[in-house]
């Protein structure tokens, strides 16, 4: 086998591995990107039991909340920064489920504008799950369920294309938004 043989070998061999992990890389992060509204619940809920001061907490939180605000007419660093201040762990805990119904909003219509490309729009209503799983606890059973089902036919709104086109369904629109208002009406005295 002389030298050109041999890299073209290499190449076959490992072009498609490189591929393969290249598209592992991108569809992990995309779907299990950083939250920073997550990621920052346990230090403000413990802020806010324990006394503790959360400014430096919520002033890392300011752009995504700024955003919130500013977009979802949502009202949340003064309330925050105020019940963290108060020591009341539960208002703090209501003030996030707030924002988390409006981070569910902002991902839905991110879904929506999307529906045409089906990763985008599926990699949207996961995030928007992430977001709905904490504020479950603080639903009444039926709410939940409610909840879950509402949003399971999000995910089923969006379509399929299948494997190779084969079971390809296209999204629904208008299932979609009816899915949606059915998942906000839930969690609207959030």
Do not use: C, W
Request: negative net charge; without cysteine.
């Amino acid at each position: 086998m002389t030298i050109r043989h041999g890299l073209i070998a290499l190449a076959l061999l490992t072009g498609p591995l490189l591929t393969l992990s290249g598209q592992a890389q991108a569809y992990s992060y995309a779907a299990a990107g950083k939250e920073p509204l997550i990621d920052a619940r346990e230090q403000l809920l413990t802020a806010a039991s324990e006394g503790q001061d959360g400014s430096a907490i919520l002033a890392s939180l300011a752009e995504e909340l700024g955003y919130l605000e500013q977009h979802h007419k949502v009202t949340l660093q003064a309330p925050l920064a105020a019940a963290i201040a108060a020591k009341d762990a539960k208002g703090t805990a209501a003030l996030l489920n707030r924002a988390y119904k409006a981070e569910i909003e902002r991902r839905l219509e991110g879904a929506s504008q999307n529906l045409g490309d089906y990763q985008t729009a599926k990699v949207l209503v996961v995030k928007s799950k992430r977001f709905l799983d904490l504020i479950l606890p603080s639903l009444s059973e039926g709410d939940r369920q409610a909840a879950d089902q509402a949003l399971a036919q999000v995910l089923d709104a969006i379509g399929n294309p299948g494997v190779f086109g084969v079971g390809a369904k296209p999204a629904d629109a208008a299932a979609f938004v009816e899915a949606e208002k059915a998942l906000m009406a839930v969690l609207a005295p959030l």
